[in-house]
């Protein structure tokens, strides 16, 4: 697949997750269209690369980034500042997906302008109900800016 | 007689001699009555100076008197003086027994933060590193029973289904451990709180969740409370979930909350017809993974109540519970009285 198209963006450093969260895409029919990074540093290079959506030559970005907030190198959280306080990806949806339920997390990401805080539930089947409504919704419920 | 002695001439002269004579008698006897005044006088003078000597003893005795006062005085003074150095080094004393307190308690303080802090970071990696795992558990085990079912016989399903309990139970049991130290370190809010509008609240989301039981909740006369809402709220639920839960095998359930006003200084309570418990538990109810039944019998992690007793115990409030088996069980807890206004 050509990461350069992909409408799902996964910033997943654990690599079970990793495959679980494909498989329930795969099963979406949208594995095609996701590229998972395994950690910030990655994803940044990807999305604010020359070429990448931020440049502006038409070709368009993610239609959503399921963020992982920790992850080596870079976390989460100082992955959204960047993305979020960058022109060229402020306008891509952000959804945090994490384990963590803890009040300064959801905090911080809300406060840096996250679009969508979900917490990712033990149960796998309930992760998978979960991943499934969100790609659902942010391909084809939720509107975004053209151009 | 003295004519007849002495011839004329001689008797003029005598004349004047006996007058002068008589005059300086006069005269004397004047000298005599004057010095007899003078005496009298000198009598009058005497007597003032022995009165004033008198006066001057007395003066003296009495300025004796003082200055024996004085020196009494003074050697109090003295006594007084030690005495208040004795105090002010028991001051001083005091202010350096103080001042090593005040710097053993700084130094609790820290270490109690530090360890807070370290409590904290220990519960923040809990809550993101402990349920990967299990995660990948059930997550592998689905793709296992969604792949290869066909290939399994009923034993290897009912094993994974196993895998599949275990794993939903531990990941429960690590939620509730979490939201537990979340309330031991969480900032308190108190307010006042409408415990009977609560309560019902509080019934009516959990009566949702089990639509097939036919659910009411008898709410007393109860007065408001002062406390942090959402934390006396989590006393309520769990509270109510047990009652709930207890009741299952009851084909018609009673649970009550109410108030007591004589008990414990006021006491609300929460009273059930479910399964109760023997009362020789009763100390086990409010320890954290204590339970007293199966969990194939009652579900549940043994949490609940450690963590209404923490929020109890957070808001200078005491929990207790009466019960006995198979004829309900009450919890009661008092909390600090409601704030007018």
């Known amino acids: ?147 | 007689m003295l004519e007849a002695a002495f011839p004329v001439s001689e008797s003029a002269d005598l004349n004047q001699r006996l007058r002068t004579l008589e005059e300086t008698q006069r005269a004397t006897l004047n000298l005599l009555e004057d010095f007899d005044e003078e005496k009298a006088k000198l009598t009058r003078l005497q007597q003032a100076t022995l009165n004033l000597l008198e006066d001057f003893d007395e003066e003296r005795r009495n300025s004796q008197l003082i200055q024996k006062a004085t020196v009494n005085l003074l050697e109090d003074m003295h006594e007084e003086q030690g005495k208040l150095a004795d105090t002010q080094r028991a001051l001083m004393n005091m202010l350096e027994d103080i001042e090593a307190e005040r710097a053993e308690v700084g130094q609790a303080k820290s270490l109690l933060e530090t360890v807070n802090k370290e409590l904290e970071a220990f519960s923040y990696s809990v809550s993101h590193d402990l349920r990967a795992p299990l995660r990948a558990i059930s997550g592998f085990v689905e793709a296992l029973l969604e792949d290869c079912a066909p290939r399994l016989d009923a034993e290897g399903r009912r094993y994974l289904g196993l895998i599949q309990d275990n794993a939903h139970q531990m990941g429960q049991l690590i939620d509730d451990l979490l939201a537990f130290s979340r309330l031991s370190r969480q900032e308190m809010n108190e307010t006042r709180i409408d415990m009977g509008g609560l309560a019902r609240a509080v019934f009516d989301d959990l009566a949702r969740l089990t639509p097939e039981r036919q659910l009411a909740l008898r709410v007393g006369s109860v007065p408001p409370a002062q406390g942090d809402p959402s934390l006396v709220r989590q006393v309520l639920v769990n509270l109510l979930a047990n009652a709930i839960k207890f009741t299952k095998t009851k084909a018609q359930a009673s649970v009550e909350f109410g108030y007591l006003p004589a008990l414990g200084g006021g006491a609300y309570y929460v009273k059930d017809n479910g399964v109760g418990f023997d009362m020789q538990y009763v100390n086990k109810l409010f320890g954290v993974f204590q339970r007293l039944h199966a969990v194939t019998e009652f579900e549940g992690t043994g949490v609940g109540l450690a963590l209404v007793q923490r929020i109890i115990t957070r808001h200078r409030g005491q929990v207790w519970a009466e019960g006995a088996v198979g004829q309900g069980a009450t919890f009661y807890f008092t909390l600090p009285k409601g704030e007018a206004g």
């Open chain 1, 1 to 147: 697949m050509n990461e350069r198209e992909a409408e799902i963006v996964i910033v997943e450093d654990n690599p079970y997750d990793a495959e679980l969260v494909t498989r329930v895409l795969q099963k979406h029919g949208l594995a095609d269209k996701s590229s998972v990074f395994k950690d910030g540093v990655e994803a940044l290079d990807f999305l604010l690369a020359p070429g990448s959506s931020a440049d502006k030559s038409g070709r368009r970005g993610p239609k959503v980034i399921l963020l992982d907030l920790k992850l080596p190198k870079m976390d989460g959280i100082e992955v959204l500042r960047r993305l979020k306080s960058d022109e060229r990806t402020r306008t891509i949806p952000v959804v945090a997906l994490t384990s963590s339920s803890e009040q300064r997390d959801i905090k911080a990401a809300y406060e840096l302008g996250v679009n969508s805080y979900v917490t990712k539930p033990i149960e796998f089947s309930r992760v998978a109900g979960i991943v499934g409504d969100l790609v659902k919704y942010w391909l084809q419920v939720n509107q975004l800016p053209s151009g």
